[in-house]
């Protein structure tokens, strides 16, 4: 089944602790991203990776961090989280088609305290 | 740079009554439109789509969206909702045709009720 797996589904944690966020897809895709919801933002790409070993800034990349080291694999970073990291994350993938449509991971809901 | 407006940020709707979610965008190049659903605890997933050709594009569940270039709108529309249609929907652009740049709306959240 093609599927996007984040992991975890939930995590608390403290600020200044670093932790990651996995996502693997199994679609041999190229392309890759990460989002946080927020209420009332809708979206917000925060990295986005056309390839290994290529990322870039999405509108909101201050405070993480992305590695693409392997296709299928695009961990997100947090190396020193704050209260206002607190939010829902999604991980995405798609080919590189024009107009393909991205594939969703299930959310990772991080609190900060 | 493009921008997606959702004016309304929730729609109440009872069973079997038409809906209309609106979407305008502002971009100054042209562009791709995407309707995005996400169900409770769920990622989001793809409605529908327009790239070219005709304006109005059929997606799953039986919603449709109207291109219209003149007055840079999208809207999603569904003739007769279900309980199940209960979400929360995203409008998306694309200047490019590929999702490095997509942006999203804030959302529009559709409860229907019997």
């Known amino acids: 089944e093609a599927q996007v797996t984040q992991n975890p589904r939930y995590l608390i944690t403290v600020t200044g602790k670093k932790l990651t966020v996995t996502c693997s897809q199994n679609?041999?895709?190229?392309?890759m991203s990460w989002y946080r919801q927020d209420p009332g933002l809708g979206l917000r790409q925060i990295y986005y990776?056309?390839?290994?070993?290529?990322?870039d800034k999405g509108d909101v990349p201050e405070g993480y961090k992305v590695s693409r080291k392997e296709k299928r694999n695009f961990p997100l970073i947090l190396e020193s989280p704050s209260p206002n990291q607190t939010s829902l994350y999604f991980c995405?993938?798609?080919?590189?088609?024009?107009?393909?449509?991205?594939?969703f991971g299930s959310g990772t809901q991080l609190s900060v305290l | 740079a493009q921008s997606v407006t959702q004016l309304d940020s929730q729609v109440p709707v009872f069973e079997e009554a038409p809906v209309e979610l609106r979407c305008n965008y502002s971009?100054?190049?042209?562009?791709?439109l995407f309707w995005y659903v996400q169900y409770p605890n769920q990622g989001l997933q793809l409605l529908l789509k327009?790239?070219?050709?005709?304006?109005l594009v059929k997606g799953i569940n039986g919603f449709e969206a109207e291109f219209n270039k003149s007055q840079t709108s999208f809207h999603l529309r569904k003739p007769s909702v279900h309980i199940s249609d209960t979400a929360e929907y995203f409008c998306?652009?694309?200047?490019?045709?590929?999702?490095?740049?997509?942006?999203f709306g804030t959302g529009t959240r559709l409860q229907v009720t019997l």
């Open positions: 998306a652009v694309s200047p490019t045709g590929t999702a490095s740049k997509l942006t």
């Open positions: 679609m041999n895709h190229e392309y």
């Open positions: 971009s100054s190049v042209s562009v791709y």
């Open positions: 327009y790239l070219s050709g005709s304006t």
């Open positions: 990776s056309m390839n290994v070993e290529v990322t």
């Open positions: 995405a993938s798609s080919g590189l088609g024009l107009g393909e449509k991205l594939f």
